[in-house]
């Protein structure tokens, strides 16, 4: 049985939250000296002298309708990576629990388990890139307190098995953690709607990637109002500033243009995966689920220097597990994708 007490570290179970001057106060005011801001306003906008909403109360309602999720089971981090240095935080005591993670996948993982003095245990993909289950389970043992998964994942770009992963979901009795960075390129359902089914589910997306939105660091946990009632409990008060809470804001008012974007994407990924996999220089195009291509090449270290001698920077991910001599590629805009095409027809081996 999932407990969430028993899961949650002693020191934050404990813990007495930060209270900001934003907190204490709820009400109508004019005057406000409470929290030592500049009084006479900035040299910007005259509203950015106030701190922001540690709540993030607009911006959720807002999340909470796109993504039909209430406003009590979402989390937003600044980006993607502090959803995941929290989760470490509140549920892994240094020195004592560990992780699970199935290289090759995103690295953050890992890194964010090293600072936190987690040990991380590896269980790989398969060759197919799919969850090895009996691996899995023999990796997992009464201090595993995360299971990481990647769908779609970065680099290799598949959807994981939905089956394999409601088998996870069944038989941890830690969190597991689906990361939909990619979701929104993908043909598979996101688990979203399973939420209410599984109390050890954590599902993170993020506006870095189909909202066009990376540079305002929003990124977003999805969960049980307990694991989220946490993880709001030890985050820094005013982790989401206020410009980034306002632009999101109006950006998510833009679903359709997003959409349209996200559709042309999707179909210049399948043209490049068409002409890259009919190019002689290229020996595999992964099928992807994302807003890129793991491409296998016969010398990916040579090729990733001769696009960058067109002026192209591409990811060699050579050094991945199962990913000798493969680059990842984001798929770019048309006239991008062409430039690609054309410095690999320019290609000698
Ligand atoms: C890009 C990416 C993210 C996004 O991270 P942010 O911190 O939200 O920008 C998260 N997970 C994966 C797998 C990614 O590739």
């Known amino acids: 049985m999932f407990d969430i007490e028993s899961l949650v570290r002693p020191n934050i179970r404990n813990l007495v939250p930060y209270s900001s001057a934003r907190d204490e106060f709820h009400g109508e005011a004019k005057v406000f000296l409470d929290a030592n801001e500049n009084s006479l306003g900035s040299p910007l906008l005259t509203w950015r002298n106030r701190y922001p909403d540690p709540h993030q109360s607009a911006l959720k309602a807002r ?5 039909g999720v209430a406003a009590e089971h979402i989390f937003l981090g600044n980006g993607s990576d502090e959803a995941i240095d929290i989760l470490y935080r509140a549920f892994c005591e240094p020195g004592l629990h560990n992780v699970v993670v199935c290289p090759p996948t995103y690295g953050m993982y890992e890194v964010s388990a090293a600072i936190n003095g987690v040990a991380v245990r590896k269980v790989p993909l398969t060759a197919g890139f799919g969850l090895d289950m009996e691996a899995l389970e023999d990796a997992v043992d009464a201090d ?3 299971v990481w998964l990647c769908s779609p994942n970065n680099p290799t770009g598949n959807s994981l098995d939905r089956t394999d992963v409601e088998t996870v979901l069944n038989n941890f009795e830690g969190l597991v953690v689906v990361d939909e960075a990619y979701i929104n390129f993908s043909r598979q359902r996101s688990l979203l709607t ?3 089914e599984y109390p050890n589910l954590v599902v993170v997306q993020t506006l870095s990637k189909a909202w066009g939105l990376a540079s305002l660091r929003i990124g977003m946990a999805f969960a049980s109002a307990a694991v989220i009632e946490v993880m709001n409990r030890i985050k820094p008060p005013y982790n989401i500033n206020g410009a980034s809470q306002e632009l999101a804001l109006q950006a998510l008012e833009e679903v359709g243009q997003v959409n349209d974007m996200i559709r042309i994407l999707v179909s210049e990924r399948e043209r490049l995966a068409d002409a890259l996999h009919a190019h002689p220089a290229v020996l595999h195009v992964f099928p992807s689920d994302a807003n890129f291509l793991l491409v296998r090449v016969p010398h990916a270290r040579a090729l990733y220097g ?4 067109h002026g192209i920077v591409v990811r ?3 050094s991945q597990p199962g990913c000798a001599d493969c680059l990842r590629i984001t798929v770019g805009t048309p006239a991008e994708n062409e430039a690609l095409l054309k410095a690999l027809d320019a290609w000698k081996v």
């Open 316 to 318: 060699d991910r050579s």
């Open 63 to 67: 999340i909470s309708e796109v993504k």
């Open 194 to 196: 399973e939420l209410t």
């Open 306 to 309: 001769h696009f960058l001698d």
């Open 144 to 146: 595993t307190r995360i």
